[in-house]
């Protein structure tokens, strides 16, 4: 019985040790990214990341609208080519993270 409960409480802090976050390590979207679609509009899209073991976009979605569906439309895609990660680790190994990202989206003069 005193062995059980060792096993349980052995578990129960490795579960409990802090996830190491996600953290950006490359890419940009600059203004030459604005796509001429959007006919002069301006605002920002953030973009909510799924990242996986190797630091990649494993999925991506619109977290919050820019207003324009063009912007919203091409940040995903853009973020997916261009960002890497360093991936979010527990234990020392690397585990999938989340990661949020805005983009402020202002038409080229």
Not at 54 to 70: E, F, L, Y
């Amino acid at each position: 019985m005193a062995f059980m409960t060792l096993a349980i409480l052995s578990l129960t802090a490795s579960t409990l040790q802090p996830q190491t976050p996600v953290r950006l390590r490359s890419g940009s979207i600059s203004n030459a990214d604005y796509p001429a679609a959007a006919a002069g509009a301006s605002g920002t899209t953030r973009v909510s990341l799924v990242i996986d073991t190797n630091g990649r976009v494993a999925h991506c979605s619109v977290a919050q609208s820019s207003g324009n569906s063009v912007l919203d439309g091409i940040s995903c895609p853009l973020v997916a080519q261009r960002y890497r990660f360093t991936p979010a680790t527990r234990d020392g190994q690397a585990v999938t993270g989340n990661y949020q990202q805005s983009i402020r989206w202002t038409p080229p003069r």
